[in-house]
Each structure stands twice: as C-alpha cells, then as structure tokens.
C-alpha cells in the first residue's frame, strides 16, 4: 500500500525510491563533538534525511596546532585573492568536507550528501528536492541545496513539486546541504591539498574549479544555529575599524567574483568542463 500523497514508486519523503535504489548513495552529518547542544539536532537530521548514513566527525580547527594549521593554508592560491584570513574554525569545516570528499571516493559512492549540523529539514519539501538532486547529479557533480533564493537564478535545468533546479552565473555561499558525486569529489580534493579560503567560497569559484554548481530552491532547509549557541565559527571581537574595513573588502571581493563568474569558462549545464 503507497503513502498518502505519493505517486507508486515514492517514498515517504517523496523520493523516487527506484532511482535511488539504482545509485549508491550515502549520507554524512557534519558534527563537532565539543557542540554538544547540536547533537540532537545531528542524530534528528540523519532519521529525517531520507537516506542511510552516519554522524561524521568534524575536524576541529580551534584543538589543532598552528604548525598542523598552516601546513593546510596557502595564499592568494588563484584570483581574485580572498582578502581575509582564515578562521581555525573555517580551516576544520574545510577539513571536514574534503574528509567526506575522500570517503565518497574511498566508498566507491555515486554520490554523497553533506548536511550540516545547524540545519532543520521540511521532510515534504526536502525529499522532492532530494530526489530532483539525485536525478542529475551524474551530470552537474555538485548541487546545493538551498536555504536561500539565488539572487540571480540563471538557467533553470528542471523543476519537481515547486523545487527549481538551476545554475546561477554567481554561485550561493553556503555548505550546509549538498549532493557531492564521486567525480566531482574527485576533482574538489584534487585542487583543495591546500586551500587559501572557506570551502563554500572555493566551491563558488568556479573559474578555478572547472565545476559549476546546480542549486535547488526552495529545498526543504532552513539554518537554526541561532537556536543551536550560535555559529561553531568564531572570531575574536573586532574593532569597529576592523569591522569597516572589512565590509568593503568584502564588498570589493564580491565584485570581483560577480566579474570572474561571468568570464567563467565552466560552462552552465555541464557540470565538468
């Protein structure tokens, strides 16, 4: 007997169960052990995900040396240069993600999807986006999926139950949800044994990396670090000139990006160049 609202074929959350059956898929939940008031939150996104997996582990930037740090970090690695230094914790969610990059290679995995540990999911929503993620991850290697509208949509690849699958010229920051295939794990390690900026931020510059991600909204997520104690990310407190110089830094570099993205040679729709 089929659950209520679903076509035959569709699980509970709305996924195209016989797709998934057909690829080899595996879910990891990003999770720092000393955030202890995600934990739940972690072992609640893993039961709702719609797919076997496990808690990964997160690398924690603020318990490693700064010899064992910078071996990691290079700079002005390729352009525009991230006008910012990177953050302990910045350089462990890094680490973390090219962990899973390597396991989704090391597993044999078609795809995997990496889920932050400061998201909630709408069940519904999410397993139609889910399901629209796995059907062309072969092709594009990369999909978002994400908590916000993109502020330039650009080409809209396919639609299901009101979720849009497109590529944006500007790729969305943001690594909290993701569909990674093999391939394009692959490739992400092979350009990332040192890194110069945060992994959301090397992963939008695809300029550099030959792989323009896919985005889907609306996707099912929304961020509740807010109800979690805030960010695991954090800084010192900074001056109120530091705080100016860095939005126009800031500014500056996204200018630079808006401009290296449309001279990007990572063709929309293709995933791999």
Known sequence: MGHRGFSRGQGRLGLDTGRLRTM????????????????????ALLAACGLAGEIWS??????????????????????????F????????????????WAEIVRRNLDYGLILEDDVAL????????????????????YIQLQNRMPHQRGNLIDTRAGSMLSIPVVTPLRASTQLVSQKAARHLLHLSDVFDRPVDTFVQSHWHTRLRPGVIYPAGVRTISDQLEGSTIQGRPRTLRQRLFREVARSFYRRRVMKFSKRSAAQPGSGFS
């Not at 080899?24 to 072992?43: E, Q, Y």
């Not at 997160?58 to 991230?82: I, K, N, Q």
């Not at 953050?87 to 462990?92: Q, S, W």
């Not at 709408?122 to 290697?141: C, Q, R, W």
């Open 58 to 83: 997160a690398v924690d930037g603020a318990a490693m040396s700064s010899t064992d740090l910078a071996v990691t970090v290079g700079a002005d690695l390729f352009a525009p240069a991230y006008p």
């Open 24 to 43: 080899d898929g595996h879910a990891f939940v990003l999770h720092l052990a000393r955030a202890t008031a995600r934990r739940d939150n972690a072992h």
């Open 122 to 141: 709408d069940t519904e929503i999410f397993g139609h986006a889910l399901s629209l993620a796995v059907t062309h991850i072969a092709a594009l290697g």
């Open 85 to 100: 230094s990177l953050r302990a914790g910045e350089i462990g969610c890094f680490l973390s993600h090219r962990q899973i």
